[in-house]
């Protein structure tokens, strides 16, 4: 079956400029979680939905959102964008959501923000 | 969360037996060790999850000694292709979509 996809899969914006990023979770997942992974911080959660809600959220400022549709795809919005906000974008898609169900890992989108 | 911590990087050969080794000595009774895969630019791969014991499937075996103190992935002959960074989690079952990444060990593969 087809596995995570993410679009757009590079993306250069400039400061003070908005993004969103989407993931399609695999088919019958109903599980999206974020993460952003940068060389100094590395892979970092930032939040998690299951069923168009948001179950668990990382330690992220507000610029950073999310929401996930009816069929399970999801997006992921950072508004204001700050140099700092340049990294690999992963989202994971899981059946249930809870850490001991495998998370499937898209290939990321890499966010340069000049 | 079991906090962990495992070698920053390990050096092996081709055709070699590689065991990574992590801690984890706040683990809770409910936690799980789960270990994943990640090459450059690409998002991490689930190679082994285990509660206690010895897990093993096509790609790896997991050992957990009983004080669950610590645990032992064995990837069995690697090839250049294992090449990646590892990364040791311990979690509950719980814990809806949230992992927990260390800086993970990274793994060289030499010919």
């Known amino acids: 079956k087809a596995g995570v996809t993410q679009t757009p899969r590079y993306l250069i914006k400039t400061r003070g400029q908005q993004v969103t990023l989407s993931c399609s979770p695999i088919?019958?997942?109903?599980?999206v979680s974020w993460y952003q992974q940068t060389p100094g911080q590395g892979l970092q959660f930032l939040f998690e939905y299951f069923s168009e809600t948001q179950r668990n959220k990382g330690n992220f400022p507000g610029r950073f959102s999310g929401r996930q549709f009816s069929n399970s795809r999801s997006e992921m919005n950072v508004s204001t964008l700050e140099l700092g906000d340049s990294a690999l974008y992963l989202c994971?898609?899981?059946?249930?959501?809870?850490?001991?169900?495998?998370?499937?890992f898209g290939p990321g989108t890499r966010l340069t923000v000049l | 969360l079991a906090k962990t911590t495992q070698p920053i990087s390990m050096d092996s050969y081709e055709g070699q037996e590689v065991n990574i080794t992590c801690s984890h000595n706040n683990i809770a009774t409910n936690d799980y060790i789960t270990w994943y895969q990640q090459f450059p630019s690409q998002g991490p791969r689930f190679i082994i999850q285990g509660y206690k014991t010895k897990v093993t499937n096509e790609v790896a075996s997991l050992f957990i000694p009983a004080d669950r103190k610590s645990s032992t992935l064995s990837l069995p002959r690697v090839s250049l292709s294992d090449t990646a960074v590892y990364y040791c989690?311990?979690?509950?079952?719980?814990?809806?979509?949230?992992?927990?990444f260390g800086q993970g060990t990274t793994l060289q593969v030499k010919p």
């Open positions: 989690l311990g979690h509950g079952s719980g814990n809806t979509g949230k992992l927990i």
């Open positions: 088919s019958g997942h109903r599980s």
């Open positions: 994971a898609s899981s059946l249930t959501g809870f850490a001991t169900d495998t998370q499937y």
